[in-house]
């Protein structure tokens, strides 16, 4: 197998902080040698997750078993999602702002016609539904546990208890059409195609403030894996809140 030199779209403050989670898992465990150092295994793990590289070129690219790259990228995605805020802690960062952004998002994944429970009907594909908090400038702030595509978006807010969060602050939040009725404090716009007045003004401004959130979208798509998830869908949740963990740490 031919193997190239590539590169990774990320500042050196991930690697290093990465690097360091690594080092000090290392050290509680007590293991003495691996094929790679904190610092590979750190490499490894970003390319992977920033560049969507397969198992088989990074075990090429770094001289190991398809194993031990199975067992090195599980490690640290396991290590960051512990670190990934929880919907509490993004509650309690979110009652400074003037209000947040929700939207939600379907991460397409490697599924077959006969997997109806992750087929979205509006996105036309197979998916994973997860449910995105930003602030005002669009920030990302949290991500929720990943859902079946066929999953509403209102429904996966309430399930993950979004809105009965946002009420209980009483921290005011933009969201489009698809949370109707999802609470107080969530605000949505108008329906209606041929409205009139205020309440065209009123959807305009709307849209303006929302669309602001899909730059936390946009931070999500940027890991590349994340584009064509093709791992078991019992570990998406793990992968999105890795890449969460590192978006906040870098």
Known sequence: MLVYPSGIDLSSRSLQYLSGLLAGHRRRIGS??????CGRQAVLVLAHLCCGDTYARLAAGFRVGIATVHR????AVDLLAAL??????AITTVRKKAYVI?????LPIDRIDADHPYYSGKKKHHGMNVQV???PAGRLIWASDA??????????????????ALATDDVKCWADRAYQGAGPTVRVPFRGKNLRGWRRRHNRDH???????????????????L???????????AVVRAVVALELAA
């Open 227 to 237: 584009r064509k998830l093709r791992c078991s869908t019992t570990r998406i949740t």
């Open 133 to 135: 908090l930003a602030d």
């Open 102 to 106: 929700l939207d939600g998002t379907v």
């Open 147 to 164: 859902l079946p595509g066929a999953v509403h978006d209102l429904t996966a807010a309430r399930t993950h208890g979004i809105p009965a």
């Open 207 to 225: 849209a303006k403030i929302r669309s602001l959130g899909k730059r936390a979208m946009a931070t999500l798509k940027c890991w590349r894996l």
């Open 84 to 89: 990934a805020p929880t919907l509490e802690q």
């Open 32 to 37: 003495r040698w691996r094929r790679l150092t």
């Open 72 to 75: 090195y990228i599980r490690e």
